[in-house]
């Protein structure tokens, strides 16, 4: 019986030194980057997840929308109109505000413009894209935006109306408005 136990506790302790000797000469090797260790599935910070689920406080509005003939770098909108002809570049601006949050404003905007039968014919979407990000001292903050697009060749004549979608992802906040034009 005496010898039995011996044993057993021997081949315990020669485990336990196998194992002490093998982490001993991984770790050895990771220390002196003959191996390096690769982790199997991309890591997720569980620290950035928001457990309490509290609304951002903050505002998010589009003020102002214009269709014009014309914007300059300035963003002075020549001829105001909501009638195009076929073959017219349709400029837009229009005026953002939104609050800053942690003294950061982050705003993305997309446009969708579908035509007299119901169709989407242009569809721009910036997901992760943000057209306007800075720092800001203030609480709240006024961004203008202009752009063009056309209609492509032989557009039909009718009533055609854009979805401006903005969107500030520091608020979790989502604004869409449409705007209606007649091209003739």
């Known amino acids: 019986m005496i010898n039995s136990k011996g044993s057993v ?10 194992a002490a000797l093998t982490t001993a000469i ?8 003959v191996l390096s260790p690769q982790a199997q599935e991309q890591q997720v910070n569980v620290l950035n997840a928001e457990f ?3 609304e951002r406080t903050g505002d998010l509005q589009i003020r102002q929308v214009d269709l014009c003939n014309y914007v300059d770098t300035k963003f002075n909108c020549y001829n105001k109109t909501e009638l195009f002809q076929r073959d017219d570049n349709i400029y ?7 609050s800053v ?3 950061e404003i982050m705003i993305a905007r997309n446009y969708r413009v579908i035509n007299p039968e119901g169709n989407i014919i242009l569809d721009l979407e910036q997901q992760n894209s943000y057209t306007f990000h800075q720092e800001s001292p203030k609480e709240s903050q006024a961004v203008a935006f202009a752009d063009y697009f056309t ?3 032989n557009p039909q004549i009718g ?3 854009i979805e401006i979608i903005v969107e500030n992802p520091l608020l979790n906040k989502k604004v869409t ?8």
């Open 9 to 18: 506790w021997l081949q315990v302790i020669v485990i336990v030194g196998v």
């Open 26 to 33: 991984m770790l050895l090797l990771i220390h002196f980057d």
């Open 52 to 54: 309490i689920p509290l």
């Open 92 to 98: 837009l601006r229009f005026l953002v505000e939104s």
């Open 101 to 103: 949050y942690q003294g």
């Open 151 to 153: 209609l492509g060749n």
């Open 159 to 161: 009533q055609y109306q």
């Open 177 to 184: 408005i449409i705007k209606r034009f007649d091209v003739g």
